[in-house]
């Protein structure tokens, strides 16, 4: 999938797409961060606290309202900001490759 493909991918983006992993994506905890990293594109992203609880509920298909209401009960922030949160954080990571739109 090219990247002006995930650039419209993640311009469609809405409470109910659905998100998981990328394949090729492999995860891993370094002190208090988690770096993610596709070897085969070459690509990787640092994830906080809140990146990776977002990225560890990905292993299985979820829809961005479904994580929403998780990290606003996880954090203790409104779900619309979470929605925000979580929209911003999946538009990233399908623009570098790292999740895809499930089926």
Do not use: H, K
Not at 9 to 29: D, F, K, Q, Y
Not at 33 to 59: K, M
């Amino acid at each position: 999938m090219g990247s002006a493909s995930q650039a419209n991918e993640a311009a469609e983006l809405g409470p109910a797409s659905v998100l998981v992993r990328s394949p090729g994506a492999i995860a891993e905890r370094v002190l208090e961060e988690t770096v993610v990293v596709d070897a085969e594109l070459e690509r990787y992203v640092r994830l906080n606290v809140t990146g990776r609880w977002v990225w560890e509920r990905l292993a299985a298909p979820q829809a961005l309202s479904e994580l929403a209401a998780g990290l606003a009960a996880q954090f203790g922030i409104s779900e619309a900001q979470a929605l925000a949160d979580v929209d911003a954080f999946a538009c990233e990571l399908l623009a570098r490759g790292l999740v895809e739109l499930a089926a």
